[in-house]
């Protein structure tokens, strides 16, 4: 007897839940692709391994920026620390040389009135 020979008519509702229960025993309806439960368990430790690996990578990669950014600051400041001194001994530099400038002219002045 074929499902499609069903008297649907006749039984009703009944009759329909009845049908499908039987195909369902009889695994017409159940897919065949079902996986054991252990296949399934296999594969959702996988994913969770998988998952933590992930997980470990990115705090690797985390920890990873925040050292590079915590060095470019390094470099950044002892860059600005470098100009500042390179600034400084040029303002001392030309302080000095206004200074002798100033005392060059002076003793100009002085010997050109003597």
């Known amino acids: 007897m074929e499902w499609t020979q069903i008297p649907v008519v006749q039984l009703g509702a009944l009759g329909v839940l009845l049908a499908v229960l039987w195909l369902v025993f009889r695994g017409h309806l159940v897919p065949s ?11 959702r430790s996988d994913r969770d391994t998988r998952l933590a690996e992930a997980n470990q990578d990115a705090a690797d990669w985390r920890d990873l920026y925040v050292r590079e950014c ?14 500042r001194a390179a600034l400084l ?5 030309a302080q000095v040389a206004a200074v002798l400038l100033a005392e060059i002219r002076s003793r100009q002045i002085e010997a050109g009135s003597s």
């Open 89 to 93: 001994a040029s303002t001392e530099g």
């Open 33 to 43: 692709t079902l996986v054991p439960r252990s296949t399934l368990d296999d594969v």
């Open 70 to 83: 915590e060095a470019h600051d390094l470099t950044r400041r002892a860059h600005a620390e470098e100009i």
